[in-house]
């Protein structure tokens, strides 16, 4: 497995936002998304269920991408030139600690089977208000393009 891991100080630049919840069905030939529509709504006064999602891909930013394709793609999710991607390849018999709150990005090379732990997060530890103090943050800083050039000068200085 190729995870692409982000740690969580870069919550701010991957531009996570809401999209309609969706289900995974297998065709014949591959697996799709059924996304939840409208006409899905039990009622109509019945809200589509939304879900936190990062539309932008790091992978699409990092080596060996190509220069031109890197800021084709930046020129769409600026604020990803800012990101810390890490790419960790996992073999057969590795382990990966995975730490709360890094985001996550995982693709396969061949079959593969996978055993998840999960620890319980303490959500009164200092991390998990700074990672939600960043999540709020990023709102603003999305929706700003003047707050988005103080960001660029502050982090080329």
Excluded at 17 to 38: A, H, L
Excluded at 70 to 89: A, D, N, W
Excluded at 122 to 142: A, K, M, T
């Amino acid at each position: 497995k190729v995870f692409t891991v982000c740690p969580p100080a870069d919550s701010l630049f991957l531009e996570e936002t809401e999209f309609p919840s969706g289900t995974f069905r297998q065709t014949d030939s591959n697996w799709v998304v059924d996304v939840q529509t409208k006409s899905d709504a039990e009622s109509d006064t019945e809200d589509i269920e939304r879900v936190r999602w990062i539309e932008a891909d790091v992978e699409r930013v990092m080596e060996p991408e190509s220069s031109q394709s890197r800021q084709e793609y930046l020129g769409k999710f600026p604020l990803l030139q800012y990101t810390h991607p890490v790419r960790v390849y996992v073999e057969s018999g590795d382990m990966l600690y995975l730490p709360a709150l890094w985001y996550h990005r995982v693709t396969q090379t061949c079959e593969t089977v996978a055993v998840n732990y999960w620890y319980d997060m303490r959500f009164d530890s200092p991390n998990w208000c700074y990672f939600n103090f960043l999540q709020h943050l990023s709102g603003e800083v999305i929706d700003n393009d003047e707050t988005e050039r103080e960001c660029d000068e502050i982090l080329t200085r």
